[in-house]
């Protein structure tokens, strides 16, 4: 009877743990890069943004045809719509110092939370003061070198995800691993330089992530594993 009673129990156990993998399976997005070499990365981003400016110019001049600047900008979205590109995106921008665009890597919440609430607002730059200093926390003064995406899990919250990522920086012996939160319902405007929250852009089957983690949360992960590595 004993052993009957224990067959049923493994039995539940096994047919639970297989309904958990097939739920987590069809609900975590997968890992569509497990590497990202961030030299590389961040000149690819280099690279996109030169051309924007050029679009931009060709656009403001009426050099470029409407049909131009819609694939360039499918182009962009189909590029930066995964969670891992959105890590690397913030990333690029942190090993670029590009301060201008530094905001639209993040919700307006965090960004406002980190930024503009922290910023020392009695001084001229105080804002772009405070976001060099956050990227040059980000990337250890440039000295990331690689980028590794370890999981991706789902969360209570239907439009966010959160991404197990592996940071890799010179010198160091081992990688810090930081858990950073994405949220998809934010769309951001290559021309305005906004977030767009319409439902109209949902409905498209825009699927652009947005990091909703704290930079300074992230950084103290970091800082730690620095002290780490030091012993």
């Not at 665009?101 to 772009?128: C, M, P, R, V, W």
Request: net charge negative; hydrophobic share 30%.
């Amino acid at each position: 009877m004993k052993l009957k009673y224990t067959l049923i129990i493994v039995g539940v156990l096994l047919v639970s743990l297989t309904i958990y993998g097939l739920i987590k399976e069809i609900l975590n997005p997968d890992v569509k890069e497990n590497e990202v070499l961030v030299e590389q990365n961040a000149s690819e981003f280099s690279n996109e943004i030169e051309k924007i400016k050029e679009f931009e110019e060709q656009r403001a001049n009426g050099t470029i045809s409407t049909e131009e600047l819609k694939n360039f900008e499918k182009h962009l979205k189909e590029k930066y719509s995964t969670p891992e590109s959105t890590i690397g995106y913030l990333f690029s921008l942190a090993m670029t110092k590009d301060t201008n665009n530094y905001s639209s890597a993040f919700i307006n919440e965090t960004f406002n939370k980190d930024i503009h609430k922290q910023a020392d607002l009695t001084k001229l730059n105080g804002k772009i003061d405070l976001i060099n200093e956050a990227m040059d926390k980000l990337t250890q003064t440039g000295t990331l070198e690689k980028i590794e995406y370890q999981d991706i899990q789902w969360t209570t919250d239907s439009k966010s995800v959160r991404v197990l990522t592996d940071l890799y920086y010179k010198g160091w012996k081992e990688p810090v691993r930081v858990n950073i939160l994405l949220k998809t319902n934010e769309e951001y405007d290559l021309h305005t330089h906004s977030h767009n929250r319409t439902e109209e852009h949902n409905e498209e089957g825009s699927n652009s992530y947005y990091v909703a983690s704290s930079v300074w949360d992230m950084i103290s992960n970091i800082e730690k594993g620095a002290t780490e590595n030091d012993r």
